[in-house]
């Protein structure tokens, strides 16, 4: 298990001034702002063009992602995809990164089981998420999950109050100077991984169609 010192954060990896998200990528293979790297396979950072309309934030890779360097390539990812289709997003115009960069988990016999990221590890990483934002230029941001809305909208955020709401960014955000961009819009929503948690997941797969329908219809506006 990853030890339990107090990170120092990731901004000293950071590029200071990166001019592309593999810059940003290739420095990121190194971080050591928190624990979580030392057992870990890898990092894991977002994928996608710079100039995609809408940014998806998750919580952190899971075991299949850790493992292939990708996020959202596991179930929860399979699934997400499925449900951007049935909304009606073109997959081509997303960009999808994470809040938190290494695999947070416990082993349990030969088996890893996913840790929910800590206060602490998500802002080690969060240096990672303003440099990724400060090379994009979407016209939504899409927060899949609780630790994405505590990354980016502070410590009170509730999904359940606000999902499928349109939100001002970066005016809504924690700290919103960390954004300097024009002011577009943001959406909470449930996590995929939540669905597959679901009792009735035909129900909660349909609540997270009809918010990603909301993203859909805001970028078409």
């Known amino acids: 298990m990853p030890g339990t010192e107090a990170p120092v954060g990731a901004q000293q990896w950071v590029p200071p001034q990166p001019h592309s998200i593999d810059e940003l990528k290739q420095a990121a293979s190194g971080c050591r702002g928190c624990e979580l790297y030392e057992d870990a396979t890898q990092t894991v950072f977002g994928r996608g063009a710079p100039h995609s309309k809408i940014v998806f934030v998750g919580e952190q890779p899971g075991d299949v992602e850790d493992q292939k360097g990708l996020p959202f390539v ?15 997003i073109d997959p081509g115009d997303l960009y ?11 082993l349990r016999g030969k088996r890893r089981i996913h840790q929910t990221p800590g206060p602490a590890h998500i802002t ?33 955020f509730r999904v359940t109050r606000s999902r499928g ?13 960390d954004f300097p961009v ?8 449930i996590h995929p ?24 219809a805001a970028i078409t506006a």
């Open 74 to 88: 596991g179930p929860a990812g399979r699934l997400l995809r499925d449900a951007v289709d049935d909304a009606g």
């Open 96 to 106: 999808i990164t994470n809040a938190v960069k290494h695999f947070r988990f416990e």
């Open 124 to 156: 080690a990483c969060r240096p990672w998420l303003v440099a990724e934002f400060a090379l994009l230029k979407p016209r939504l941001v899409v927060l899949l999950g609780a630790t994405a809305g505590k990354a980016l909208l502070g410590p009170s």
């Open 165 to 177: 709401q349109l939100m001002p960014w970066p005016a809504s955000a924690e700290h919103p100077a």
């Open 182 to 189: 024009a002011e577009i819009r943001a959406l909470a929503t």
């Open 193 to 216: 991984s939540a669905v597959l948690r679901a009792d009735n997941r035909d129900i909660a797969y349909q609540g997270l169609v009809d918010d990603l329908k909301v993203a859909a």
